[in-house]
């Protein structure tokens, strides 16, 4: 049988590695140029960089398995109540699930039977699907999503880290800047081509709040700096 993909399907990885990436190059870099902003020495802005990266993809991974794996066991929770109901009233299940498929524009027959054949192959399979809205595409893979985090945080935030490294102090600032801004341009791009979203909105809205979150990181490192001298 032919399966068509569709491009929600990728939405499982594809929500935790843009994630990852992203909040990779915008936290690591938003550190290293408030930092710099502080004029503290090269060495101390690289401890930085990798002290926010080593924390920041545990930090991910950690966030990224909490919380799907409460969403995974919501979901298991939920189908073993379904199951429950099926064992103890599987002809008012089906008549639910005829009720849904006449609300979805089906009538009355047509929905009886395909309820009948739905339910004969799989019953909670088919109640899973269309009365609790859980498929094969949304359901929850807490590992995966740690893993996917981790991984693209530390890629994201490696970045600006490398261009802090090959910079040195004197350019750190405004090359971590441009470096971050320009990935993030490209990331946000890459990730609405993939998902099947609009371009520009995408790009624009990434740009602009990481823009935010490091002209706010740098203004807090020069007030720093100024106190202490």
Same mark, same amino acid.
């Given at each position: *049988?032919?399966?068509? !993909?569709?491009?929600?399907?990728?939405?499982? /990885?594809?929500?935790?590695?843009?994630?990852?990436?992203?909040?990779?190059?915008?936290?690591?870099?938003?550190?290293?140029?408030?930092?710099?902003?502080?004029?503290?020495?090269?060495?101390?802005?690289?401890?930085?960089?990798?002290?926010?990266? +080593?924390?920041?993809? *545990?930090?991910?991974?950690?966030?990224?398995?909490?919380? +799907?794996?409460?969403?995974?066991?919501?979901?298991? =929770? =939920?189908?073993?109540?379904?199951?429950?109901?099926?064992?103890? %009233?599987?002809?008012?299940?089906?008549?639910?699930?005829?009720?849904?498929?006449?609300?979805? @524009?089906?009538? !009355?027959?047509? $929905?009886?039977?395909?309820?009948?054949?739905? *339910?004969?192959?799989?019953?909670?399979? =088919?109640?899973?699907? %269309?009365?609790?809205?859980?498929?094969?595409?949304?359901?929850?893979? !807490?590992?995966?999503?740690? /893993?996917?985090?981790? *991984?693209?945080?530390?890629?994201? $935030?490696?970045?600006?880290?490398?261009?802090?490294?090959?910079? @040195?102090?004197? /350019?750190?600032?405004?090359?971590?800047?441009?470096?971050?801004?320009?990935?993030?341009?490209?990331? @946000? @791009?890459?990730?609405?081509?993939?998902?099947?979203?609009?371009?520009? !909105?995408?790009?624009?809205?990434?740009?602009? /709040?990481?823009?935010?979150?490091?002209?706010?990181?740098?203004?807090?490192?020069?007030?720093?700096?100024?106190? =202490?001298?």
């Amino acid at each position: *049988m032919h399966r068509e !993909p569709h491009s929600i399907e990728k939405i499982g /990885w594809l929500r935790a590695a843009v994630l990852g990436a992203n909040d990779g190059i915008v936290s690591t870099a938003s550190l290293l140029i408030g930092v710099a902003s502080a004029n503290a020495s090269h060495q101390s802005i690289l401890l930085t960089g990798v002290a926010g990266l +080593v924390a920041g993809a *545990m930090s991910m991974a950690t966030g990224e398995y909490v919380s +799907v794996s409460s969403q995974s066991d919501t979901e298991k =929770a =939920a189908l073993a109540e379904e199951q429950k109901e099926l064992d103890a %009233d599987y002809q008012g299940e089906f008549h639910e699930l005829t009720s849904i498929y006449m609300s979805r @524009g089906l009538d !009355p027959a047509l $929905a009886r039977q395909v309820a009948k054949q739905l *339910m004969s192959h799989d019953a909670l399979g =088919a109640h899973a699907r %269309d009365e609790l809205g859980i498929s094969e595409i949304t359901t929850a893979r !807490p590992l995966q999503a740690a /893993w996917t985090s981790a *991984m693209s945080f530390s890629a994201g $935030a490696f970045l600006p880290l490398l261009v802090a490294i090959l910079a @040195g102090k004197e /350019w750190a600032l405004p090359s971590i800047a441009i470096a971050a801004l320009f990935s993030l341009a490209v990331l @946000g @791009g890459v990730a609405a081509k993939a998902g099947g979203a609009p371009l520009l !909105p995408a790009v624009v809205r990434v740009t602009f /709040w990481s823009a935010l979150a490091m002209g706010l990181s740098s203004a807090v490192g020069a007030i720093f700096s100024t106190l =202490a001298n």
